[in-house]
């Protein structure tokens, strides 16, 4: 399995989640990843979304296990979505929210992810964020 995005390859706009920092405890490694979604051309796909997240959730920590040599504890992850120059499009993507929710909540590869920082929030994005809430677990923080 190769991976890479293909959609990403073709075109780097296709999807925005790129990891922006990297924490290392004695224990553990965090990752902080972003998306702009105003970058992200295919923002109404929820299914290449989620295979380019695991793609990218899967190739971290395979560059982990080899730097460390073993099995590290890839316990944490962030997102932090950044809504900056979005439009009506965007807001109107509940099936995205909706299909990202589920996934978030039963996904083996994001099962680790503890908290969703929404970035240049505006009253627009607050219904869809009472939606993300229904699917999500509860032990996911959600900071607007």
Request: net charge positive; charged share 20%; glycine share 0%.
């Amino acid at each position: 399995m190769s991976i890479e995005c293909g959609y990403c390859i073709e075109d780097n706009h296709a999807h925005s989640f790129k990891l922006i920092d990297i924490k290392y405890t004695k224990d553990t490694t965090t990752y902080m990843f972003k998306s702009n979604i105003s970058e992200c051309k295919m923002y109404n796909t929820p299914s290449t979304i989620i295979n380019h997240i695991n793609k990218e959730l899967i190739k971290n920590r395979t560059v982990e296990e080899n730097r460390f040599n073993s099995r590290i504890n890839f316990k944490y992850w962030y997102w932090e979505i950044d809504f900056k120059n979005t439009s009506f499009k965007h807001y109107t993507a509940y099936n995205t929210i909706i299909t990202l929710s589920k996934w978030i909540a039963n996904s083996i590869e994001a099962r680790n992810l503890i908290e969703i920082k929404i970035s240049n929030c505006n009253f627009m994005i607050s219904p869809l964020l009472l939606v993300a809430k229904l699917y999500l677990p509860s032990n996911i923080k959600i900071i607007y």
